[in-house]
């Protein structure tokens, strides 16, 4: 065969197995709108929209894309599907000639349009976690256990013992799936951390909880043109009614499963003036989260941060880790579906065992027990109480087991719920969950406005504020200073009295900085905390719509004679149990913002007139001094 020949053969070949190996771009469609923040580098597109897919190994949950218009940036891949290659439009070239002598190049194969690499591809499940921080492991821990730590003065406490819970997940202590961190309070609320030492991979931009560095990661809000528009943000699963089917509530629905649920699993609602409630138990109680310590194990190879819980109905204190509270998290949102469970204090990237942060976290943590410890269902629960007093390591690892199992998780929790025998009107239903809905929507656009009104408040506070009243003091003083030139006997006293206005203004402007710690920081809180909360609802206002709508289909079938008219009625009175749970899950959040507003406002408003008053008090103390001038 002609040099020219085996020439060209051969460039047809390596041309064809390039076209056929080069990659082609990994393409997505938006499943809804997604308004990205330019600063955290986002990439902002709409419902429908076709972006290529740059790297999928950003982090858990973020994908870099570009869209058409050449722009770049992160995308929840949770927003979007992705899309299979298109067929070749084209018949494969028929094989090269055979090579012969030097030319015997091996042949590539994968002209396959089908290949593995497309078909692992495919959707991600919807309930993909928003993206976490990555861990650093703090290489300076290693030590003997901290002794400095309550040890209980007549209270039993939980043993210690080296490796009770070795069957975590132990890589970090705040590895965690379930602490949010889209919701970071404005830093000036927090007490600054201390300067520690870090490498260049610990350094991260910005200023978090506590002063630490943490992500500015924040789940956006659906715009109107969403599917959700009408719930808002949707914290975790972006098809929670599909979650809800997977964990049996499509079974639940339709009757197919059933169980005979024992007295003590029964969780009853009651009918109210102000519509279905959780039944409250008769016996309240609280849990005090108190002397944090370090501690350590694997011969001081890993060390942590060891909580001590003491519940008022046992006085038996129990010591809890950050990632049993992540755990405890995990398993009161697989089980309680129509119950949105707050999330936890954000995760730490550094700093973890500093004195102001374990303190602040742990008065977080308290006031998510105490938040748990007033739901009525909670409260109640095998796994809660379970988490509360076991002290014992095979008994703790056996009941971790069994919640991890437990039978009425998801869907088959409405198995448990013993409603009351009247029916639901479900237009009355529908009403009142728009109604709520919007509810919801209004009070999270109030809670940012009020968070951002307060953080701009605390910083005019600590700055502008306090340098106003101090420039007029400093004048005084100057001024004071001045007339002191004149040493007549007249003049003294006047002096005096300039000299002791300065001094008030300068103490009034050290009271302003320190007043948002009386009054303002406590509000902030407040509104942090329910922001926290109203961020978990559209997961269970979407998931009563599902069970709604799963229910006016089976009457379509019905009128259309497809469905039995009794198995509808089955249909529809098993939604009303769903509807039940919800309604009486709004009866409870409303009767706690309720309480928890009140105190609230009752603070700020003492803060202040107290803080005023105070004022109008050195005022009048500085005009007495004129008297005699």
Not at 243 to 257: E, I, P, R, S, Y
Not at 603 to 620: A, N, P, V
Request: proline content about 6%; glycine content about 6%; aromatic content about 10%.
């Amino acid at each position: 065969m002609p040099a020219v020949q085996i020439l060209h053969d051969c460039c047809n070949s390596l041309s064809v197995v390039t076209m056929l190996t080069v990659p082609q771009a990994i393409q997505a469609r938006g499943l809804y709108d997604f308004n990205g923040d330019l600063d955290n580098g986002e990439l902002t597109f709409s419902t429908g929209e076709t972006l290529t897919i740059v790297t999928q190994d950003i982090g858990e949950g973020w994908w870099e894309a570009r869209n058409e218009a050449g722009q770049q940036g992160l995308i929840p891949e949770s927003y979007v599907q992705l899309l299979e290659p298109p067929e070749p439009s084209f018949p494969p070239p028929p094989p090269p000639s055979a090579p012969v002598s030097d030319w015997n190049t091996p042949q590539t194969e994968g002209g396959d349009w089908n290949n593995d690499a497309w078909n692992s591809h495919g959707t991600e499940s919807w309930d993909q976690e928003p993206p976490h921080a990555p861990d650093y492991t703090n290489h300076n821990s290693a030590g003997g256990v901290n002794n400095q730590g309550f040890r209980g003065g007549g209270v039993q406490q939980q043993a210690s013992e080296e490796g009770w819970d070795d069957d975590w997940d132990d890589e970090n202590e705040d590895n965690s799936s379930n602490s949010t961190t889209n919701t970071s309070q404005p830093n000036e609320i927090k007490p600054d951390a201390p300067e520690t030492t870090a490498t260049d991979k610990d350094q991260l931009p910005g200023s978090g909880n506590f002063g630490l560095s943490a992500p500015k990661r924040e789940k956006k809000q659906m715009t109107q043109n969403s599917d959700f528009s009408k719930y808002g943000t949707v914290k975790k699963s972006f098809n929670r009614f599909s979650t809800f089917a997977k964990t049996g509530g499509d079974a639940f629905l339709m009757g197919t499963v059933s169980a005979n649920v024992s007295e003590s699993d029964l969780i009853k609602i009651i009918d109210t003036q102000d519509g279905p409630a959780w039944n409250y138990p008769s016996q309240p109680y609280t849990c005090a989260i108190k002397s944090p310590k370090k501690e350590s194990k694997l011969k001081g190879l890993k060390s942590y941060i060891a909580y001590q819980l003491t519940p008022s109905f046992s006085n038996i204190q129990v010591s809890r880790r950050y990632k049993h509270f992540d755990w405890l998290h995990e398993r009161l949102e697989a089980k309680f579906t129509c119950i949105p469970i707050p999330p936890l204090p954000d995760k730490a990237l550094s700093g973890r065992y500093e004195d102001d942060f374990v303190s602040e976290r742990m008065r977080q943590l308290q006031l998510w027990v105490d938040r748990m410890v007033r739901h009525p269902v909670i409260s109640q629960s095998e796994v809660f109480n379970h988490f509360l007093t076991c002290t014992d390591e095979k008994k703790w690892k056996a009941g971790k087991r069994k919640a991890e199992k437990d039978e009425y998780q998801g869907g088959k929790f409405f198995l448990t719920l013993q409603t009351p025998p009247t029916s639901l009107d479900m237009r009355d239903v529908e009403k009142r969950m728009e109604i709520f809905c919007r509810f919801v929507k209004g009070m999270d656009d109030n809670m940012r406005n009020m968070l951002q009104i307060g953080h701009d408040s605390r910083k005019k506070h600590t700055g502008p504020y306090k340098r106003e009243f101090q420039k007029i003091g400093g004048s005084f003083k100057q001024l004071a200073e001045t007339f002191n030139l004149d040493s007549a006997a007249h003049s003294q006293n006047l002096t005096a009295a300039i000299d002791y206005t300065g001094d008030t203004y300068n103490e009034i402007g050290d009271m302003y900085e320190k007043q948002p710690r009386e009054d303002l920081d406590y509000m902030l809180e407040v509104l942090f905390e329910y922001k926290g909360m109203l961020s978990t609802y559209p997961d269970v206002l979407k998931l009563h719509e599902g069970a709604i709508g799963k229910a006016k289909e089976c009457e379509r079938l019905k009128d259309e004679g497809r469905m039995p008219e009794s198995d509808v009625a089955a249909v529809i009175q098993r939604a009303d149990v769903i509807s039940f749970g919800t309604l009486a899950e709004m009866n409870h959040f409303q009767r706690e913002r309720v309480a928890d507003y009140k105190e609230m406002m009752q603070k700020f408003l003492h803060g202040q007139i107290k803080f005023y008053r105070d004022i109008t008090q050195k005022l009048e103390s500085a005009l007495q001094k004129y008297e005699n001038a």
